[in-house]
T-cell receptor, first 116, second 114 residues
Framework: DQQVKQNSPSLSVQEGRISILNCDYT??????FLWYKKYPAEGPTFLIS?????DKNEDGRFTVFLNKSAKHLSLHIVPSQPGDSAVYFC???????????????FGTGTLLAVQP | ETGVTQSPTHLIKTRGQQVTLRCSSQ?????VSWYQQALGQGPQFIFQ???????GRGNFPPRFSGLQFPNYSSELNVNALELDDSALYLC?????????????FGSGTRLTVV
């Protein structure tokens, strides 16, 4: 089953405007949420994270919002720049108490295109 | 500070063969995780190694195995390759417990099974 879902395969935004990428999850036991950016032929690059005890975390142009009651998080990029064009993955961390592992469960990604 | 390096970058194997992928973790990291990313999908957790032992495993069969070495580098071995094993294999290193800083991923090994 898909525990982390990104329902928008792609998003196109004008340079300077806000980009909003969305993510839904089903497992209420997730304790950390992360966003990664991926360019072609490169590995995912960590952007920002948020603990399940918070509802907002900000780092420069990037802000992540968490709505636990709705099991929904979003990444806001303001202002968007052409260099932000990439695939964005939402990921959730689940501690497997059997193995004490902070494994990451990823969504399928959203391709963001920022038009100049 | 060096990042995560993976080798080889590309590989073509025949069904039924065995393959070994390698990963050098980022300096200061003690945990290595392996992920499989099929086309159009997000990365899927294969397993994680900490202190040279497997420390958690995803839904992958036993023909997927690994090793971690004292210098924290790691190998992923896949036996009896199947066509569906064709994917991008990503290695990620981290410091155990520091999930809020994310994992550092390598650029991956693109495996094609024919």
């Amino acid at each position: 089953d898909q525990q982390v879902k990104q329902n928008s395969p792609s998003l196109s935004v004008q340079e300077g405007r806000i980009s909003i990428l969305n993510c839904d999850y089903t497992n209420s036991m997730f304790d950390y949420f992360l966003w990664y950016k991926k360019y072609p032929a490169e590995g995912p690059t960590f952007l920002i994270s948020i603990s399940s005890i918070k509802d907002k975390n900000e780092d420069g142009r990037f802000t992540v919002f968490l709505n636990k009651s709705a099991k929904h998080l979003s990444l806001h990029i303001v202002p968007s720049q052409p260099g932000d064009s990439a695939v964005y993955f939402c990921a959730a961390s689940a501690i497997d108490y059997g193995g004490a592992t902070n494994k990451l469960i990823f969504g399928t990604g959203t391709l963001l295109a920022v038009q100049p | 500070e060096t990042g995560v390096t993976q080798s080889p970058t590309h590989l073509i194997k025949t069904r039924g063969q065995q393959v070994t992928l390698r990963c050098s973790s980022q300096s200061g990291h003690n945990t290595v995780s392996w992920y499989q990313q099929a086309l159009g999908q997000g990365p899927q957790f294969i397993f994680q190694y900490y202190r040279e032992e497997e420390n958690g495993r995803g839904n992958f069969p036993p023909r997927f195995s690994g090793l971690q070495f004292p210098n924290y580098s790691s190998e992923l071995n896949v036996n009896a390759l199947e066509l569906d094993d064709s994917a991008l294999y990503l290695c990620a290193s981290s410091f155990k417990g520091a999930i809020n800083y994310g994992y550092t991923f390598g650029s991956g090994t693109r495996l094609t099974v024919v």
